[in-house]
C-alpha cells in the first residue's frame, strides 16, 4: 500500500555526473534501490502543480516564510484516464515537511478541478471501487476551495530512488531531466517541455526525520558537496517571469 503520510527534513544538493556515479558506485552497501527503479534505471515522475490566476502559493514559497504549502497531481509516468494518480498536500514548517496524499482515478480528478465535487464511486480500471484517504480528501478540498486552485504548471523528471537498508527513515531521491510547461496540463499526455537543469546536473534530496547515516556524511564531505536551496516549481516560476519580462 503507498504510504499516504510523512514527515521528515528534506535537503538538496546539486550533483555532476561525476558525484552521481561516486554515489551509485557505493550506493549498493548501504541503500536498497526503490522498485520502481527496475534495472537500475530511472522511473518517471510527472505533476500538475495547482496554483491561484496570480500564483499566490508559489510567489508566497519563494519570500521563504515559516509556513508554506503546495497541493499537486502526481502519476508514476504517463498514464491513462482510467489510471490511479495521486493528490497530495505539502506544507513545511521549521524545516519539517509534511506530505500528505489521497488516491484519485484520473478522469475524476479533471473533474474536480472543474466542478469542485469529489466522486465518491471511483472506480479502478479492473472495477474495484477507489479507496481515498477521507481526511487527507478533505484536508486538501479546504484548501482547494479556499484559494480557488487550478492546474498552472506541468513538471516531469526522471528518478532514481533509494531507502537505507533496514531504516526506511533516510531516503535518497536523484533526479534529471526535469521538464515543465504550462500549456497542456494533463498527465494522459506525455512528458515534455523545458529543461530546467543544465546538463550534467543531477538534483539530490536526501530526506529523514531524525540524523542523516554517517556514511552519507563523509561521502558529501569527500566530495565537497553541499546543502543548496531549490525548488523545481520556485526555479520554473521564476524562469517564466524572467521571460516575460524579456518579452515585454
Known sequence: MAIEVFNRREVKYMLSDADRDALLSIIGTYMDSDPFNKGGKTYSICNLYLDTDSDELIRKSLEKPAFKEKIRLRSYGTVALSDKVFL?????????VNKRRTSFILKDAYEYFETGKVNEMQTTSDGKKLKMNTQVMKEIDYI?????LKPKVFISYDRYAFFEKNN?????????NIQTRRDDLRLDSAAYGTQLLQEGQWLMEAKAFKAFPLWFVRFLSKRRIFQ???????????NYIASKNQQR
Open 88 to 96: 497530495e498536500s505539502k506544507k513545511k514548517f521549521d524545516g519539517v
Open 144 to 148: 482547494m476551495h479556499f484559494y480557488s
Open 168 to 176: 526506511s527513515d533516510f531516503r535518497l531521491t536523484i533526479d534529471t
Open 228 to 238: 543548496t536551496s531549490f525548488s523545481k516549481y520556485g526555479t520554473e516560476y521564476k
